[in-house]
């Protein structure tokens, strides 16, 4: 199957009548990258948190590299998803009384049992992939928010996934660190990882993106190529948003 994701009428709601996910439908190709848009509130987050097994389904079906997950929420199947997806938060989720390599061979060596030296070596190989193996030994605290976020992609990448979700990685970062961490980013579409963006960050959108997904209100605005939506979104709604980004 050439499917990472297969998403059929998912719902959720937080609180009675109100949908943070209104019968969303969507594909993601191995491979590939899909980034996810629109107004804060519209439901992103929450959408790409499903994908993990973060958010629980009211219901619909997800497909998540050949695992089936449904509003039964199979905490075995959950724990399948994890072991193969990685995700990237806002804030940098990393372990301030440890150092930013037994950060990142943490979860390798007790999640996937692997040992100490093979974690160790990998994880030193990811670090000098980011640019930052000097700071292996140092705490998160001693390090820069685009340094800590390269970490936490880093940490993300231990576990080899086949699939990596981000949500708004640059949100918390000061505007000169952003672009440190969206050439990781880059580096890894150029690889062929099949990745979930959320962001707002425009021109890495139009760089990176396959596919886009517009949402607003919990609700599919629009889904097309990236080609296609940024030079011609269909929608009103869209091409609103998209000229206030520009501006």
Do not use: C, W
Request: net charge positive; charged share 30%.
């Amino acid at each position: 199957m050439n499917k990472a994701i297969v998403a059929k009428n998912i719902k959720k709601s937080y609180s009675k009548g109100m949908l943070a996910l209104d019968d969303i439908s969507l594909e993601v190709y191995k491979g590939k990258v899909l980034v996810v848009m629109g107004p804060s509130g519209s439901g992103k987050s929450t959408l790409i948190r499903t994908f993990n097994g973060l958010e629980k389904l009211d219901s619909g079906e997800l497909d998540v590299l050949g695992i089936k997950i449904d509003s039964e929420y199979d905490q075995r199947k959950i724990q399948k998803i994890r072991k193969r997806v990685g995700m990237v938060f806002q804030q940098f989720n990393l372990f301030p009384h440890l150092s930013i390599l037994d950060n990142i061979t943490l979860a390798p060596i007790h999640v996937q049992k692997r040992t100490p030296k093979e974690a160790k070596d990998y994880g030193i190989y990811l670090l000098n992939q980011m640019g930052i193996e000097s700071q292996l030994n140092k705490f998160p605290s001693q390090l820069s928010g685009g340094q800590q976020q390269r970490v936490a992609i880093a940490r993300a990448l231990a576990l080899r996934p086949e699939l990596l979700l981000f949500d708004e990685p640059t949100s918390a970062l000061d505007p000169e660190r952003i672009n440190e961490v969206l050439d990781e980013m880059r580096r890894l579409a150029d690889q062929g990882m099949t990745m979930v963006i959320v962001t707002h960050e425009i021109s890495f959108a139009r760089e990176v993106a396959d596919q886009v997904l517009f949402m607003d209100e919990g609700k599919v605005v629009e889904l097309s190529s990236a080609k296609d939506f940024f030079s011609n979104a269909k929608h009103e709604r869209s091409r609103r948003f998209l000229n206030q980004l520009d501006k």
